[in-house]
């Protein structure tokens, strides 16, 4: 019989019809005014959802290339940094700046909490010559919101250290206003909040962060920050664009910008505390203690593989991420981002309690339906 | 906030996203060896559909085309038929047989039953020279079923009577064969069941209809069905065909056959039975007497006006039908035929809770999801 499958996963994530239909369309050159035209209002856009009228860069990469981007272009063979290191993410700029040889402080933190205050300050009370602090905005592997004002803060008061912020589950989630927070550097991508394929990557950067680029010794060709910006100003690329993506990103970001960024944040508040309420409701445990808007992390019942419940899960049509690492088989994930609505929310719940009635455990049908509807009822003027 | 507007009126449904994709082709030529081959496919596809190896035909034409084309065809001018006449459907019925001059007998019922056994054995006790018996298998303004097997066996006992059926709501929603069951001429159209766009209508045949095609006087041109039938067996058309309506037909008709007639009509059984439990478990009350599988009415709460509580439903993104006539304002219909699964029932079920809370119904939030998962687990092997 048929069985929607519907993607709760953080990235990729459902496509709105208006992007499915631009994608859909023949392509056209990117040496056209046209193309130039459509490049220039997807950047305007872009500035216009980052609150800001600097530089606003897109790539050809999914994230990973950006984070990379904002390494080689920022810093120096040897720079101090100081990595917020609490999941695959973490583990991914500590990676990046290993590989470009940076002086690593590596401040690893259990999956699922994010990092100490004191202990910030203990590690740049120790090493005031670092140069940048590099951390996610919201990291997706265990699904935990860390706080970027108060690391902009603490970057600000050094001498010379940039904030390098992944966004890649937060631009599109939250309210993220780099220029108002004192990020330096934000990366982002967009088969996460921005609702696209993935393919294309975004990077805002500080007016602190560009005179870095002149000073920059790290070897880089395809992403090189100073190249593109001088093209990308003027509706050029330095290589050939991601242009179906860039012509869906102006769709999505039109739809965005059309809901307003304020309300977006806002419904992805409601979404991810109507799903943490729910799950919670049914008796299952949070995995982080700082969630993120962006996906909710859920421990499995024990006794139950977190694998085992994602496939009787799929048989109800939804399609949830597990664990990645040591909490494969732990913990499943359920995202909330992008183009999702409360129905969705409640529907998946819905699933989820179907789910658990099935592998056998004691739970009433109905009853994380309805906390999440209280939510959405006591949140919104439904 | 982004509110997802989900489309649950009996008609047009959502189209399937490989149908979707196939609209959006770029159009062929019909007169070309490709779509010869693609009508031929088709109509193989349609006759599985209906287990049948009969002529099966197809119009550009809404329902109401193979309507008007089953009275101009099939009856000559003062012939007596037998209208059930149930609901908007059932006068349209009647319209077309008086338009054409029909000697008319109009069974009229209340809106929400279906007719009487005794009542038809008098009538065509009365009148046995009856020459057709007109009915909705499903009658959409009143979500209800009419039995087509008894007329079937009534109409087959009176000496030259055929059974003419408005499969309009019923194909893609029951097992409908005509052959098996005894029907003489089937209607349906592809905004149903068939999860199409509105604008192709599709006409099965008995043997003995197919002897009365000479005998008529009637007068049409458009909708002539020896012209068509002639013409299509070879993948032609007389006029025009709707090219992409029927491109998009030949795929929906892939995924009605892959999930398997069988299998469709059952979880079209389903899906009504847990929509009609949830709603009376919200304390609503059932329209229909004999409620069919492909929408189910219900009354609004005492007091309440059923459009004002459609707006409130609307709100939550859940558009859903009135009611036609005098049922205007006092009965919702909400359909579930065509591309729905399990979960979308529950959705809208969670979605009519929020909205009685909201107009101030003393109801359990919750418990008629509860209901509706209750009825899925029961039946289906999730």
């Known amino acids: ?37 459509i490049f220039l209002d997807t950047r305007k856009n872009l500035q216009k959802l980052l609150k800001t009228e600097r530089d606003v860069l897109m790539f050809a990469s999914s994230g990973t290339g950006a984070m990379e981007a904002a390494v080689t272009n920022f810093f120096r063979k040897g720079d101090r940094v100081l990595v917020i290191n609490a999941g695959k993410f973490g583990q991914r ?24 205050r004191e202990k910030i300050l203990e590690i740049v009370g120790e090493f005031p010559d670092i140069k940048g602090i590099f951390v996610q905005h919201s990291e997706t592997s265990t699904t935990t919101l860390h706080d970027v004002r108060y690391l902009a803060e603490v970057s600000n008061k050094l001498e010379d250290c940039i904030l390098v912020v992944d966004g890649i589950t937060s631009v599109g989630v939250y309210e993220v206003y780099p220029e108002e927070i004192g990020i330096d550097v934000l990366v982002t991508g967009s088969q996460k909040a921005l609702m696209l394929p993935p393919g294309l990557s975004v990077m805002y950067y500080s007016e602190k962060a560009e005179k870095r680029l002149s000073r920059s010794n790290l070897p880089k060709y395809y992403l090189d920050v100073p190249k593109e910006a001088k093209k990308q100003a003027k509706g050029q690329t330095a290589y050939t664009p991601a242009i179906n993506l860039i012509i869906a990103l102006n769709e999505s970001l039109k739809l965005i910008l059309d809901e307003g960024v304020e309300n977006l944040a806002k419904r992805h508040e409601i979404m991810a505390k109507a799903t943490r309420e729910a799950v919670q409701e049914l008796g299952l445990k949070l995995l982080s203690e700082s969630p993120a808007n962006s996906a909710t992390g859920v421990y499995a019942p024990a006794g139950i593989d977190a694998d085992d419940l994602r496939k009787q899960l799929l048989k109800t049509g939804f399609r949830v991420a597990g664990g990645q690492d040591h909490l494969k088989g732990k913990i499943f994930r359920i995202a909330h981002m992008g183009y999702f609505d409360f129905m969705d929310v409640i529907q998946v719940i819905a699933g989820l309690e179907i789910t658990l009635y099935k592998i056998g455990m004691n739970i009433e049908l109905g009853k994380g339906v309805k906390k999440a509807q209280e939510v959405i009822l006591a949140e919104t003027n439904f």
Chains 1, 2 share one sequence.
């Open 1 to 37: 019989m048929l069985i929607k499958e519907r993607l709760f996963t953080p990235g990729p994530v459902p496509l709105p019809p208006q992007v499915v239909k631009a994608l859909g369309q023949q392509i056209i050159h990117h040496r056209t005014p046209e193309f130039t035209q």
């Open 93 to 116: 700029w500590r990676e990046i700046a290993s590989t470009y040889e940076l002086k690593l402080i590596d401040y690893e933190i259990e999956w699922g909490k994010t990092y100490d």
